[in-house]
């Protein structure tokens, strides 16, 4: 597993999160209903309103960014959502996108929330894999995009996540 923290930004890391933005958008161009030439357009303000929701970075002790993930709730009677995960090729299988996950699903039961969606591209049979393995589940849900598919995770009473909430 790799050695690495997970942190929650601010919107004075508004220029790690546009590096790290954009370096998904390279890797993985059709993943994120966004483009690399839309997005290197944005001003910083953009970039600093975008830290409004829970976004969270992965990284090394050295501060090499790893990975990242956002928990978006766009209205709070909504189930918050993971969305924009990404880790970067050389962590992967390393246990960057579990400590990810793992921020988002604390931070939604420190909410309240009794569960957390996702989308998942089918075509990417790892992140399926890894999500399962997290304990989510596919829900059938529609999700707008070709080829991608709803998930959710619900705590269990006896979760680590809801010990802590409960703490």
Request: hydrophobic fraction near 45%.
């Amino acid at each position: 597993m790799s050695r690495c923290s997970v942190r929650l930004l601010t919107e004075e890391d508004w220029e790690v999160l546009r590096a790290v933005r954009l370096a998904m958008l390279l890797d993985a161009p059709g993943a994120y209903g966004s483009t690399y030439a839309r997005e290197v357009a944005f001003t910083e303000e953009t970039w600093r309103q975008r830290t409004g929701q829970a976004v969270f970075l992965a990284e090394r002790e050295d501060g090499l960014p790893l990975g990242t993930a956002t928990l978006l709730r766009l209205d709070p009677g909504d189930d918050p959502e993971i969305v924009a995960m990404w880790v970067a090729g050389h962590a992967r299988g390393t246990g960057v996108a579990d400590a990810l996950v793992d921020a988002c699903r604390d931070r939604a039961v420190a909410e309240g929330a009794e569960r957390v969606r996702m989308h998942v591209m089918l075509d990417n049979p790892r992140a399926v894999a890894c999500y399962t393995r997290l304990g989510f589940a596919f829900d059938g849900g529609a999700s707008g995009a070709d080829g991608c598919a709803c998930m959710h995770w619900r705590p269990s009473g006896d979760s680590a996540t809801m010990k802590a909430k409960n703490a």
